[in-house]
């Protein structure tokens, strides 16, 4: 398998001259944020975080997407932190897109380079630091865990991108697939997140509708997506937010593949009150 590519904003700012015009845009079903608006000055900081600044893509929101949030986190050297996550609540999966990270979990040390993954559970015992001489960056998404009666939870775990085959979809020919960190069947995870895969000319021959909640960034590639009533561009370094329900298709347009890192809800009744 060859190495992919995984894009990563690195900040600053447009210049005057630039004309306003842009893909933002956000509505009752769906948000795109593209990477032209991850600049220095939407950026913020977090408790406990040294050398730390974070792009906030996603966060719970009344009467849209409920049940995540997710943060592109960029670490200059020598910067982390001993008290991550202020939530106990909370359980995390990071995905690194650009540098080196020095993961621990209890006594455990992990070297994350890109295509690093991890999932951390909710009470798990982690810090993090940037030992390199140069910035990191990864994806944060948390969630708070649901737990059930009769199931344990799931274990800390860290892998890479490499260490595991892509899943092709059924009738593609291997154009379409995903590639999965945690088993569908394994009913202790209550969230995915998966890097989804299209060969160019690829599409999802439907509208997806259903009760999933998305964040999906662009990590390598282009495609025009379907959000809802409307087709829309995106590229590589963009990102697209999915309230439940909200139909969804895409033509994989090439040159190159088109890949992007998908959370989606999962293995729980719906909540009633």
Same mark, same amino acid.
């Given at each position: ?170 009738? +593609?020919?291997?154009?379409? /697939?995903?590639?999965? =960190?945690? *088993?569908?069947?394994?009913?202790? &995870?209550?969230?995915? #997140?998966?890097?989804? +895969?299209?060969?160019?000319? /690829?599409?999802?021959? =439907?509208? *997806?509708?259903?009760?999933?909640? &998305?964040?999906?960034? #662009? ?13 829309? *561009? ?40």
């Amino acid at each position: 398998m060859s190495k992919p590519n995984y894009y990563a904003p690195t900040g600053g700012l447009p210049p005057q001259t630039q004309l306003l015009t842009d893909r933002a845009m956000f509505t009752e079903a769906y948000a795109v944020i593209p990477k032209g608006t991850m600049s220095d000055i939407v950026t913020s900081f977090l408790p406990f975080w040294d050398k730390t600044r974070v792009w906030v893509l996603s966060r719970p929101l009344s009467g849209f997407a409920e049940t995540f949030s997710q943060y592109i986190v960029e670490v200059s050297p020598q910067g982390g932190s001993t008290h991550p996550e202020t939530d106990p609540q909370a359980q995390g999966v990071l995905f690194v897109v650009d540098g080196c990270v020095e993961l621990t979990i209890g006594n455990d040390v992990h070297s994350m380079v890109e295509g690093g993954y991890a999932y951390l559970p909710a009470g798990c015992d982690w810090t993090l630091r940037n030992v390199s001489d140069a910035p990191a960056r990864f994806h944060w998404l948390r969630k708070a865990y649901e737990a059930v009666d009769g199931l344990d939870a799931p274990d800390a775990f860290v892998t890479n991108e490499q260490d595991h085959a892509p899943n092709a979809m059924p009738g +593609t020919d291997g154009k379409w /697939a995903t590639t999965r =960190f945690v *088993e569908p069947d394994d009913l202790r &995870h209550d969230m995915h #997140v998966n890097i989804v +895969t299209f060969e160019p000319g /690829a599409v999802i021959p =439907f509208a *997806e509708t259903h009760v999933m909640e &998305h964040g999906l960034y #662009v990590l390598e590639g282009k495609a025009v997506y379907r959000l809802n009533q409307d087709w829309v *561009e995106v590229e590589a370094g963009d990102y697209m937010w999915l309230r439940a329900f909200c139909p969804q298709a895409c033509y994989a347009g090439g040159p190159g593949k088109f890949r992007y890192l998908l959370y989606k809800d999962v293995n729980r009744h719906m909540k009633l009150r």
